[in-house]
């Protein structure tokens, strides 16, 4: 694990009003994110994704897929939290790239008043370009997927250029790096 | 204000004696200038990647036609649906048929320098559909019932005082002028329309020839609701938005958003590939590509004016610019204010009706300096000028005027006289020598009795 890397792609986060923390077992992920929101079962999604990944994970919340199709714009947009899995960090901006999934909506990360981000210590990139490339050739030609590029919580500076956090996004954004090396 | 740039000299005057508009427009201009310099000044490399950029940009407007061929295959192939249109009528008329045959009145809409170029709400709205302006400045503006005033920033010519007003009065809330409150009314009340709208329209930053990928960079999240949530998608932008590949957008992204507003990236940046589809498990089933000519190619074919069409509309020549920030966006009474506006309006739409615009501006050269893809804006704004005075477009009495000015400047000896002329003229006028559009503001400065060169002659004979 690149410890400058990580040092940079936090401080990156928090430039950009986000926090970013560690987690030495994928165990430790909910007492992260319980510890800093407090919300109940209801209140929390997480994508089908993350239960795919970690099969040792438990977060407290709601597994989306195991709710029906039709129902799901309504409580993503009720929803305080979304937990979503990532496909790379970069560290020069402080960016988590979502590559649009089966088991992972993209309104998961736009909907709830809240976005949290769980990735791998090896998902992290220095720039752009390099994870860009990885994830293109992931993929056959011509099959690639959306992809969204997230940095920090939705922002706005339209009224007298004053920093205004949370406009129709989320209101905060966190990224929680599993680093099982640590 | 009259917004035509024929009657840019009158709306100049009028804005430069408006203390309240310039202070606000030098507070903005200035807080982006100090963040933009923050940002880039992180990046060694960065005239390097602005001549990369610089390169990539011309190498799309060097072959407009080929580009245009290999992106509306890809993206078809992705199952977009490509629409040219040739005109500005011709994109409206396209856009407002895909709206009418899924029968919905209302549509969401982020920010698009293009559908402002094609007066596109004006349009639906006639027709009787309801648009609804999703990024907070442009609601701002929309509610106003103005026009952007900046391309990036379009409410920067109101105070939180004066959207504070505008809130109470429209959306019936009690007066706060707190952003922070504002804000949050915008949130709620367009939330709503966001869960509801069955249609979306969006511009497009980028469009990636090789992959058909739409680009769409933001901060507020807007753009994502609207290209996300509904059904249908129309994503609007001109020929000229095409970048080469897909591996050209972490450069893009690296020159776009510092130039912009000042950040190493913006919140959200949308990298759209296709409708729903098996590989593409959510958003709208259809998405609709309208691809602008409106002029550009003819424009990309032209040696030297085919520069200005490596726009990547980041402002900062805007922000950085002595004329914009004494008059602010409104005064040029077009779609593109600034330098980079005062280039394309000529060239683009009607030289005749914006043949003030290329004077508009100090010749300083801060523009080109600030531009992220190296455009040479200041020379464009020279050249035009030439083109505009070829073209007999400035009045009659100024080609006298210079043409006068012409035969005293080629011989010395009508230079000399030129001076006495001068001096026995302020001896009988006084100090207030009468030259229109010069000593109303300013006083002329003293000539004196004995000119340099004598001075400088009766040296050489002592």
């Known amino acids: 694990m690149n410890n400058e890397l990580l040092d940079l792609f936090q401080s990156r986060v928090n430039d950009m009003g986000g926090w970013c923390a560690i987690a030495g077992s994928s165990k430790e992920i909910n007492s992260i994110i319980e510890e800093k929101y407090k919300l109940g079962e209801e209140e929390v999604l997480y994508s089908g994704r993350i239960v795919e990944q970690f099969n040792d994970l438990t977060v407290t919340g709601t597994d989306l897929t195991n709710i029906s199709p039709d129902k799901r714009r309504d409580v993503m947009a009720g929803a305080k939290l979304g937990i979503t899995m990532c496909d790379g960090l970069i560290a020069e901006t402080g960016t988590a790239v979502l590559v649009n999934h089966i088991a992972e909506p993209r309104e998961l990360s736009l909907l709830p008043e809240r976005h949290v981000v769980i990735a791998l210590s090896d998902q992290l990139y220095p720039t752009l370009d390099k994870c860009l490339e990885k994830i293109k050739n992931s993929y056959p030609a011509g099959k690639l997927p959306s992809i969204t590029l997230i940095s920090g919580p939705s922002r706005t500076s339209d009224i007298e250029k004053s920093l205004v956090v949370g406009v129709h996004g989320p209101v905060e954004f966190g990224v929680v790096v599993v680093d099982r090396g640590k | 204000m009259n917004l035509s740039p024929s009657e840019f000299k009158s709306n100049a005057r009028r804005a430069v004696h408006d203390q309240h508009l310039r202070e606000k427009i030098k507070k903005a201009t200035g807080t982006s200038l100090v963040k933009r310099a923050e940002v880039v000044g992180e990046i060694p490399e960065w005239e390097e990647l602005r001549q990369e950029g610089h390169d990539r940009r011309k190498e799309v407007i060097d ?17 977009m649906i490509v629409h040219y249109a040739g005109t500005h009528d ?8 895909i709206i009418r045959r899924t029968s919905v009145d209302t549509v969401v809409k982020s920010k698009s320098m293009i559908t402002e170029e094609l007066h596109l709400n004006a349009m ?10 999703t990024d907070l400045g442009e609601y701002i503006i ?22 504070a007003r505008l809130f109470q009065e429209k959306l019936n809330i009690p007066y706060t002028d707190d952003p922070v409150k504002l804000t949050a009314v915008a949130r709620e009340r367009l939330r709503k329309e966001f869960l509801n709208a069955r249609v979306g329209i969006s511009g497009v930053n980028f469009a990636c020839a090789d992959t ?6 933001e901060n507020e999240a807007n753009a994502r609701l609207c290209t996300v949530l509904p059904d249908l998608h129309i994503a609007v932008m001109s020929i000229d938005k095409i970048i080469p590949s897909i591996d050209d957008l972490p450069l893009f992204l690296k020159l776009l958003p510092r130039s912009a507003s000042g950040q190493r990236m913006t919140s959200y940046v949308s990298m759209i590939n296709g409708p729903r589809s098996h590989h593409n498990p959510d958003g709208p089933r259809q998405v609709h590509v309208v691809m602008l000519n409106g002029g550009r190619l003819q424009l990309a074919k032209h040696p030297a004016w085919k520069e200005s069409l490596y726009c990547i509309r980041c402002g900062a020549c805007m922000n950085v610019c002595p004329v914009y920030q004494s008059v602010g966006g409104h005064a040029y009474g077009a779609v593109y204010p600034g330098p980079i506006g005062a280039v394309v309006t000529p060239t683009l739409f009607d030289m005749k009706e914006a043949r003030e615009l290329p004077f ?3 010749l300083c050269g801060a523009c080109t300096d600030i531009c992220p893809v190296k455009i040479d804006l200041h020379h464009h704004l020279l050249l035009e000028r030439r083109e505009i005075v070829d073209r007999g477009y400035k009045p009659f009495t100024e080609k006298i005027a210079m043409s006068v000015w012409r035969w005293f400047m080629l011989s010395p000896a009508r230079f000399e006289l030129a001076g006495r002329i001068g001096w026995v003229l302020q001896k009988i006028l006084g100090k207030k020598l009468p030259l229109p559009g010069w000593t109303p503001q300013r006083q002329a400065p003293a000539i004196a009795a004995k000119s340099f060169r004598s001075l400088m002659k009766g040296d050489s004979k002592k």
């Open chain 2, 63 to 79: 072959n407009l036609d080929r580009y245009i061929r290999t992106f509306t295959g890809t993206a078809r192939d992705r199952g």
């Open chain 2, 90 to 97: 011709d994109a409206t008329k396209i856009i407002y048929d």
């Open chain 2, 124 to 133: 639906l709205e006639t027709n009787g559909i309801r648009v609804i302006e």
């Open chain 2, 142 to 163: 929309q509610l106003a019932g103005e026009t952007p005033s900046h391309i990036t920033a379009p409410a920067l010519h109101k105070s939180k005082e004066d959207i």
């Open chain 2, 212 to 217: 058909g990928t739409l680009t769409i960079i």
């Open chain 2, 360 to 362: 508009a501006s100090s």
